[in-house]
């Protein structure tokens, strides 16, 4: 019984987490929908003057300006919905011509799309983002309401003056209330905001294939460029290194043998030089095979190898890493290099007095951000190790986002598929 009682509550309280991360994902679904909403709301009305400006002629030079503004809302849209879900490509540049565009089916649906999303997908978005913001300011009143003037003390959406305790506990129940309608409904909103966009922003089948298919050739020829670059790593390991190890263990054998007859306390001492070279190779031959494919992932996972990564930075880094189960063992290689090499440009560039690590599965996507405090400016077209990440991570079909204003801070956040 104590067992079955046991098993209740495990599962009672992995049902609780995940509910409430279904909550807070719809959450931040519709805060990032009510963005992208936002940019929608703006291009109709941008399409609205242009198209009152064409009354007296000013809109017909304007026009290309609209499917510039209508793409860029669309792509930004499609860029969220592939973070949440099955990847949406990207169009590309809109059409240069109005007449084009107007003939062009995709620019047809982002128009629908555009006056559903700026209308309905922005109502969802305020009010699910109000609702979440009101539960916790309600559930929270009786916390700080006293600190209020008197005649500010009643909150929003709330029927009643507060003019005592009893009242502000009433705020607190209304807000949780307020948070159960959240709870039941957030998710629900979260799908309707996405669904026009699911619906309308897909390209059509033989556009798809196209875009897919160029896609493909881009990651073939960024993985034949990666390979490439980690045999010359390989390469100059072994030259640099290891064989310039052996040929000094070689020499000294040499050496030893030549004056074993004349001198043997010096063939002596050779031999224990020709030892520590010979230890010194072995030693290197270990560290390029560690760079092939760390032992450290196969013994005891992403986890605790990225640990280990984050111990050696020489900036104070933690790590928060949440990946249940295994990937394949290239995803979680890549991972471990990446990671490797962000913190070693951390330490090198950045400046920084503290850096992090989070590493997260969200179904079969591996998210992985790296942020440090320093000064920014990390530039992927300038080198400083960001060309590499970028080649092993596309080399999988994966992404690689880079924000680093300068004065920071710098945040690499990346994405790889992740089947096990």
């Known amino acids: 019984m104590a067992a079955k009682g046991a098993e209740v509550r495990r599962a009672g309280r992995e049902a609780f987490l995940t509910r409430t991360r279904t909550v807070l994902d719809a959450l931040e679904h519709l805060i990032g929908g009510l963005g992208t909403a936002m940019l929608a709301f703006a291009a109709l009305l941008w399409l609205l003057l242009v198209g009152l400006l064409c009354a007296v ?76 913001m009101q539960a916790v300011q309600d559930v929270t009143y009786p916390l700080w309401w006293r600190v209020l003037p008197p005649d500010e003390a009643s909150p929003n959406f709330v029927f009643w003056a507060v003019d005592g305790d009893g009242d502000a506990v009433a705020v607190a129940l209304f807000g949780l209330v307020l948070a159960a309608s959240f709870m039941l409904l957030g998710p629900a909103a979260a799908r309707l905001q996405a669904w026009p966009g699911r619906r309308l922003l897909t390209p059509p089948a033989d556009v ?11 990651t073939r020829a960024a993985a034949l460029d990666a390979h490439a670059m980690e045999l010359r790593r390989i390469e100059r390991s072994l030259h640099d290194g290891t064989q310039n190890r052996l040929v000094a263990v070689t020499v000294l054998l040499g050496a030893t043998r030549r004056a074993l ?116 400016g990390a530039d992927p077209d300038e080198g400083s190790g960001l060309a ?26 990346m994405e790889l598929p992740c089947e096990s």
């Open 208 to 218: 798809d294939l196209s875009l897919r298919l160029a896609r493909l050739t881009a």
């Open 57 to 132: 002629g000013v809109g017909l030079l304007l026009g290309p300006t609209v499917l510039r503004v209508i793409r860029a809302a669309a792509e930004r849209e499609r860029a969220r919905l592939s973070r949440w879900g099955p990847e949406i490509i990207g169009m590309g540049p809109a059409p240069r011509r109005v007449p084009d565009g107007l003939a062009d089916r995709t620019v047809r649906r982002e128009l629908v799309w555009l006056l559903a999303h700026g209308t309905l997908g922005l109502l969802l978005g305020a009010l699910g983002a109000t609702l979440a």
């Open 261 to 376: 007859v004349r001198d043997p306390e010096a063939a002596e001492a050779l031999l224990g030089k020709a030892h520590d070279a010979a230890e010194e190779a072995l030693a290197e031959l270990r560290t390029v095979v560690r760079g092939i494919l760390p032992p450290v992932l196969a013994d005891r996972g992403l986890a605790d190898a990225l640990a280990g990564l984050a111990a050696n930075c020489a900036v104070p880094c933690r790590t928060d890493v949440d990946v249940p189960g295994r990937c394949a063992a290239s995803v979680e290689a890549t991972a471990y290099f990446v990671t490797a090499e962000a913190l070693t440009n951390v330490s090198r560039h950045s400046r920084a007095r503290h850096a992090s690590v989070t590493v997260r599965r969200e179904e079969d996507l591996l998210a992985l951000r790296i942020e440090d405090d320093g000064i920014g």
């Open 388 to 413: 590499g990440i970028r080649g092993r991570i596309e080399a999988h079909d994966g992404r690689l986002t880079v924000t680093s204003p300068p004065g920071g801070p710098t945040v690499l956040q």
